[in-house]
């Protein structure tokens, strides 16, 4: 049994990442309880299902990266549509009143 490509983890929807990121640390917890009782054939299973784990957790990590992105795009977007650009304001008595400096 070879080990899982991530291409594979990258097309699934969030839902089954999820739900496959459960079920892979269900995977390891009875690993861990089969080693425990030493009824463990397969110890290769340990370095499988980790590194299975470990690319679902990496999509996962991404597709949130890339969700509070686009969420903080959106919010600078809707602010600065929401505020125009301030003018600025230059009076006609602080241009004439200028400050002069004495040597």
Known sequence: MS?????????????????????????????????????????????????RLAQLMTVERERQIVAEKEATEKLAASKQVAQPAPTPAVSQESEAAEPTIAQ
């Open 3 to 51: 080990l899982t490509k991530i291409k594979e983890a990258r097309e699934l929807s969030d839902a089954e990442v999820a739900e496959q990121i459960l079920a892979v640390k269900r995977q390891l917890m009875e690993l861990r309880l089969q080693q425990a009782t030493g009824r463990m054939e397969k110890p290769h299973l340990f370095k499988h299902a980790k590194h």
